[in-house]
């Protein structure tokens, strides 16, 4: 599939999300984060861009249904608090979509126009779609890794488009991953993407007219495993890092792992920067959503990687909001997958 046009509009409206995000950054306040009711963190850049996002995308393909991870509920309470939540949310992306064109942005996005609080508003709630296994669908994250965006880490906005419930194109932007990686105090910001068939590739977020890189994972054997290097996500509630430590052990894997929060761990380790991304089950009940692997998945898949979970089962994305046929996720160059796979259903005793 060619999908050269969703290429383009995925990479600038994702683009266009992180600079948003990393505005609200700058100035985020404590009013400006609400606690769901599964005591996650939402704060009004998870809501902006998601607002941004699906306004853009629905301008591009108004017939495609988007799952997305957030809904404006919230937002439209007759608070006071809500209220002002919502003023913020309308202003930060009136502020972003009122910035014309740039050179190599896609083009009928009608970017450099502002949008009234019912667009902005409505333009959430279109992420309510409770998925499918039929034609054309985006899933999107607006910011994954709240919890990193929060205390100034890594976080991403991610972004891909499924049909007939299989991922075909996936973009994150990583808003404080180095360009360079051998530069950790260098310039920030970086887009990763991938069309299935098509390789994988990145580009700082900041040229959007320059050229998307190749990217390729380490070349690792089974012979060099042990060399390997880990990736798992900082909250020990979300991957049992007592697991992952005993799996290093298993594969006489000597480095500490790094950690690190949302899908900047695949972007990672697309790149070379990392070797393997465990994300172990904590809990027997947890379903992991279907936008925190989406993209993610592509990207590693065709920079030379597999992904599956614990049970070496492909991801399913058809079936609606989560991943409910599959437990966990490993990551790790299509060479090695299958030792990792040993290792990891020895120390959690399943096959
Ligand atoms: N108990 C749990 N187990 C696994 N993942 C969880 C979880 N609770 C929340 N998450 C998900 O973990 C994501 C962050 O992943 P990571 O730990 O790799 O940074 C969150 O995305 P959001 O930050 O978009 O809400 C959220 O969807
Ligand atoms: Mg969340
Ligand atoms: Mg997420
Ligand atoms: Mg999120």
Redesign the pocket.
């Known amino acids: 599939m060619s999908l050269v046009q969703e290429k383009q509009i995925a990479i600038t409206v994702v683009s266009r999300a992180a600079n948003l995000a990393q505005s609200v950054f700058k100035k985020l306040v404590n009013a400006e984060t609400v606690t769901k009711k599964?005591k996650?963190?939402?704060t009004v850049a998870?809501y902006s861009c998601q607002s941004l996002i699906s306004l853009l995308l629905s301008k591009a393909y108004p017939n495609d249904p988007i799952v997305g991870?957030e809904d404006a509920k919230d937002l439209r309470q007759p608070t006071d608090e809500s209220k002002q939540l919502k003023n913020r949310v309308v202003d930060l992306v009136n502020a972003e979509l009122s910035k014309p064109q740039a050179a190599g942005e896609a083009d009928d996005l009608e970017l450099g126009v502002t949008r009234s609080e019912t667009e902005l508003l409505d333009a959430i709630d279109r992420g309510t779609f409770e998925g499918s296994a039929k034609g054309r669908m985006w899933c999107l994250?607006p910011?994954?890794?709240?919890?990193?965006?929060l205390r100034g880490g890594?976080?991403a906005v991610c972004l891909a488009l499924l049909i007939e419930g299989k991922v075909e194109l996936g973009v994150i932007a990583c808003p404080n991953l180095p360009v360079d990686p051998s530069k950790p105090d260098g310039p920030r910001g970086v887009v990763f993407g991938a069309i299935k068939g098509q390789g994988a590739f990145q580009r700082p977020i900041s040229e959007t007219n320059g050229p998307l890189s190749k990217i390729s994972m380490n070349s690792i054997t089974k012979e060099s495993i042990a060399q390997a290097s880990f990736c798992e996500?900082?909250?020990s509630?979300?991957?049992s890092q007592g697991d992952s430590a005993n799996i290093a052990k298993e594969l006489n894997i000597t480095k500490e792992p790094v950690r690190?929060?949302?899908?900047a761990?695949y972007c990672s380790i697309s790149r070379g920067d990392g070797d393997i991304y465990l994300?172990l089950p904590?809990?027997a009940s947890?379903e992991?959503?279907i936008?925190?692997h989406a993209p993610g998945r592509l990207l590693v898949a065709e920079a030379g990687g597999k992904v599956t979970d614990i049970h070496n089962k492909d991801l399913d994305f058809s079936l609606g909001r989560t991943l409910k046929n599959n437990k966990g996720v490993i990551v790790a160059h299509e060479s090695i997958h299958g030792d990792v796979i040993k290792a990891v259903q020895k120390v959690l005793n399943v096959a």
């Not at 910011?143 to 965006?149: E, P, V």
């Not at 690190?260 to 899908?263: A, E, F, G, K, R």
């Open positions: 599964d996650s963190p939402v998870d991870e994250d910011i994954d890794g709240t919890k990193g965006f890594q976080y996500s900082v909250e509630g979300h991957s690190m929060d949302s899908q761990k994300r904590v809990s947890y992991e959503k936008w925190d």
